[in-house]
C-alpha cells in the first residue's frame, strides 16, 4: 500500500447533478478525514470518522453533503445537487492515532469542477 | 478562534541561500503547530510538528521551525535551499476543542520558489 487513493482525481458536472467520490485510506488506518481546497486557500475541514463513526462535521458541510465510512475502510462523499459553489479540491487524509501523536497522510485529492 | 496566518504568498530565494516562510498563529491554550508541503498533483506531505518541548523542530527533507511564543510565530526554516524544495507550503494549527484530532485549521499557503 503506497498511500492514500482518491478516485476520480478530476470530475466535471452540470449544476443539479450529483457526485460521488471515493477515498481509500492507507490499511490500519482508524481515522479519515475529508477537507475542502479553493484555488488560493488551505484546506478547510468538512468531517472525519473514527473506524466507521462519523465524529465530527464541520458547518462548512451543507445538508447536500453526506460522508459515510461503512465498514471503517474506505470512504464516500456525496454531494447532491452540486452548485457551482462547491467547485474545489476535495483532499482525503487518514492516521493511525497513537497517544497524541498523529500525522495525517493526504491523498492527491479529486478536483470536482461544478459547470 | 484558533487561526494561523501566512503573511507572505510567495518567496523567492536563490539555491544556496538560506530560506524562511512565515506564520504566525492565534489559539487559545498551548499551541500545536504543523508544517505541510504541496507539489503539484501531489497530496500534502507533512513536514514538522510542535506540540511541547524544544522550540527548535527538525523536520523532514532539512527543514526545521523555529517556535516563539513571544512572537506567536513558526516561521519555516531551512539552512540551504534546494531547486526542488519549490513548492506551496501550508502552516496549521489544531482546531480548539478538537482534543486528539488531525482536525487542522490551514494558513491560506505560501508558494516557495527556488532558482538556480
Known amino acids: 500500500d503506497t498511500g492514500v487513493s482518491q478516485d476520480p482525481r478530476h470530475k466535471i458536472t452540470k449544476r443539479g447533478q450529483n457526485v460521488t467520490f471515493r477515498c481509500d485510506p492507507i490499511s490500519e488506518h482508524n481515522r479519515l478525514y475529508w477537507y475542502r481546497q479553493t484555488l488560493g486557500q488551505g484546506p478547510e475541514f468538512l468531517t472525519y470518522f473514527q473506524n466507521e463513526a462519523q465524529l465530527e462535521k464541520s458547518r462548512l458541510l451543507s445538508d447536500r453533503f453526506s460522508a459515510e465510512r461503512p465498514k471503517g475502510s474506505f470512504s464516500t462523499l456525496e454531494i447532491q445537487r452540486t452548485e457551482q459553489g462547491d467547485s474545489a479540491m476535495y483532499l482525503c487524509a487518514s492516521s493511525f492515532v497513537r497517544g497524541t501523536n498523529e500525522k495525517l497522510f493526504f491523498g492527491s485529492g479529486t478536483q470536482l469542477s461544478v459547470l | ?116
Open chain 2, 1 to 116: 478562534a484558533q487561526s494561523v496566518a501566512q503573511p507572505e504568498d510567495q518567496v523567492n530565494v536563490a539555491e544556496g541561500n538560506p530560506l524562511t516562510v512565515k506564520c504566525t498563529y492565534s489559539v487559545s491554550g498551548n499551541p500545536y503547530l504543523f508544517w505541510y508541503v504541496q507539489y503539484p498533483n501531489r497530496g500534502l506531505q507533512f513536514l514538522l510538528k510542535y506540540i511541547t518541548g524544544d522550540n527548535l523542530v527538525k523536520g523532514s527533507y532539512g527543514f526545521e521551525a523555529e517556535f516563539n511564543k513571544s512572537q506567536t510565530s513558526f516561521h519555516l526554516k531551512k539552512p540551504s535551499a534546494l531547486v526542488s524544495d519549490s513548492a506551496l507550503y501550508f502552516c496549521a494549527v489544531r482546531g480548539h476543542g478538537s482534543g486528539n484530532t488531525g482536525k487542522l485549521i490551514f494558513g491560506q499557503g505560501t508558494t516557495l520558489q527556488v532558482k538556480p
